[in-house]
């Protein structure tokens, strides 16, 4: 899958339900990203970016649980 879009990216999911982010991380795999890590919360994805490598391509569920977590994309 070289010639893929995402081939070597590295990907975060950020969504709160378990099966559409599971769904949302294997197309991504498929699609040829190197790493896809998946969180379940905004202070997750917040943490995750603080501490791992940048990230090419973000999938996030703008709404989790009734909080909207626009924040996430404002990290660096």
């Known amino acids: 899958m ?9 990907c975060l999911v950020l969504d709160d339900e378990f099966l559409i982010a599971l769904d949302i991380q294997q197309i991504l795999e498929l699609a040829g990203a190197k790493h896809v890590a998946s969180v379940a919360s905004a202070s997750e994805a917040i ?21 909207v977590c626009l924040v996430v994309g404002n990290e660096e």
Do not use: I, M, T
């Open 47 to 67: 943490e995750l970016l603080r501490r791992e490598p940048k990230f090419d391509l973000a999938v996030l569920d703008v709404k989790l649980g009734g909080a």
């Open 2 to 10: 070289s010639d893929s879009l995402l081939a070597g990216k590295r």
